[in-house]
């Protein structure tokens, strides 16, 4: 069974880091891509970053300069470095993985359980 397991979340002053980090776990045949998105309390879900398997990368500008997604292939895993964080980033971070488990390479997205992420000012 296919799992996706988040770690790193915490709580950081404003200007601090974090570092976020997704492993998946299970059957996988191929990974499409893989990202993070956040939701702050009464937000709704945002894009966060994503990186596909050719490795091409994509940052929201909310955060663009201060966040780097990065894909580790072999240990199915992506991470997602954080500087220069501030108040408003402040949201559970989800991680998510677009995804074949079987052949037909049928892609579909999986989703792991979040993890919190609060910048104090």
């Known amino acids: 069974q296919v799992q996706l397991v988040e770690s790193g979340g915490g709580l950081v002053q404003a200007g601090g880091s974090l570092r976020l980090s997704c492993v998946a776990s299970g059957t996988i045949f191929s990974i499409n891509a893989m990202g993070w998105y956040r939701q702050a309390p009464g937000k709704q879900r945002e894009l966060v970053a994503t990186?596909?398997?050719?490795?091409?990368?994509h940052c929201a500008d909310s955060v663009k300069g201060r966040f780097t997604i990065s894909r580790d292939n072999a240990k199915k895993a992506v991470s997602l470095q954080m500087n220069s964080l501030k108040p408003e980033d402040t949201a559970v971070y989800y991680c998510?993985?677009?995804?074949?488990?079987?052949?037909?390479?049928?892609?579909?997205?999986?989703w792991g359980q979040g993890t919190q992420v609060t910048v104090s000012s």
């Open positions: 990186v596909t398997n050719d490795g091409t990368t």
């Open positions: 998510c993985m677009n995804a074949a488990i079987i052949l037909p390479a049928r892609f579909y997205d999986y």
